[in-house]
């Protein structure tokens, strides 16, 4: 008789707890979780996962600074060493970045990874108004882009003037060796009257200047002192030997050319890593910055239910009291 009861009663409130009401509050939920950030109505659910998103993007932001840190310490000392390889050239030859020539070849020199702020889109900047300002009917001008950034960008609209594309030069920390052989492998396939390197010089953590430095060829060196312009002391001295002035220079623009190149490279470097961490820096106190935004209003929000809870609690209380 009681088991027959209890039959009964499980037949008669089966309607009560079918599944078909808690399929529906999940949809509900659902659909309230996916309400977008800043509605009226949105679930604590999504502003944890979006607190929980920004976490991550800050760790990873830092964790990026103290790394470029730790890879501009190593580079910050060979670069500095580095200043002294090219400057006797500067006192011997000169540097004349306004020397009027008819083949220039821009030598732009970039980074091969991004988040680094704005040194790569200064370097093509100022080389694309090189080239503008080189070109003519009877000049001719052409790119050689050191850097995956920088190619990036000269391939959009300037593709047909690049001459030559090297990249990944940071992969491994390079030597002088390793760089002459690039630069060699450069005078081999260009023709030049005057080699123009463009690129982002180190000063702080949070400023580089975009620096141009310019190589002539011993043709145009030989034209320059015959004409009087400043090509630095190298009259001033003798030349011993069974070697020909114009061999002499050959050698020494080729060398020269080497020397700057390297410096560049690695002021560069410097540049990029400094970049990077001001950047990574920036980042990881906007990060900041949205977290304390998303705890404001995931407490809000929080609060807002509590509050509408308790007054159902009191209500039916009340309710029943009555």
């Known amino acids: 008789m009681a088991m027959a009861a209890l039959r009964r009663e499980g037949r008669r409130l089966a309607p009560l707890i079918s599944p078909q009401p808690i399929t529906a509050a999940r949809s509900s939920l659902i659909s309230e979780e996916q309400v977008p950030l800043g509605v009226r109505s949105i679930s604590t659910q999504v502003v944890r996962n979006r607190m929980k998103s920004v976490k991550n993007i800050q760790k990873i932001t830092k964790a990026m600074k103290m790394v470029a840190a730790s890879k501009l310490r190593a580079i910050q000392t060979r670069a500095e060493n ?149 090509i630095g002391d190298l009259d001033n001295y003798e030349i011993e030997g069974g070697e020909t002035k114009s061999e002499v220079l050959q050698n020494l623009t080729e060398f020269q050319f080497s020397c700057v190149l390297f410096n560049a490279i690695l002021e560069n470097a410097c540049s990029e890593q400094g970049a990077r961490m001001s950047a990574m820096d920036s980042s990881s106190r906007n990060a900041g910055d949205m977290l304390d935004r998303l705890t404001l209003t995931y407490n809000r929000t929080r609060q807002a239910s509590i509050t509408t809870e308790l007054i159902e609690i009191i209500s039916g209380a009340a309710a029943l009291e009555g």
């Open 82 to 230: 580095s200043r002294g390889l090219w400057q006797p050239f500067t006192a011997l030859l000169g540097d004349i970045p306004s020397v009027d020539v008819k083949k220039n070849v821009i030598v732009t020199i970039s980074s091969d990874k991004g988040l680094c702020g704005g040194i790569n889109s200064t370097a093509v900047k100022v080389s694309k108004a090189l080239h503008k300002l080189n070109s003519g009917p009877d000049k001719e001008s052409k790119y050689v882009v050191l850097g995956e950034k920088a190619k990036a960008q000269f391939i959009r609209d300037s593709k047909k003037y690049i001459e030559i594309c090297i990249t990944e030069l940071q992969k491994n920390p390079l030597n002088y060796t390793q760089v002459s052989v690039l630069a060699d492998d450069i005078l081999k396939n260009v023709e030049y009257d005057a080699l123009r390197i463009i690129y982002n010089k180190f000063s702080s953590v949070v400023s580089f200047l975009p620096t141009l430095s310019t190589v002539l060829s011993p043709e145009i060196v030989e034209r320059e002192a015959e004409a009087g312009g400043k």
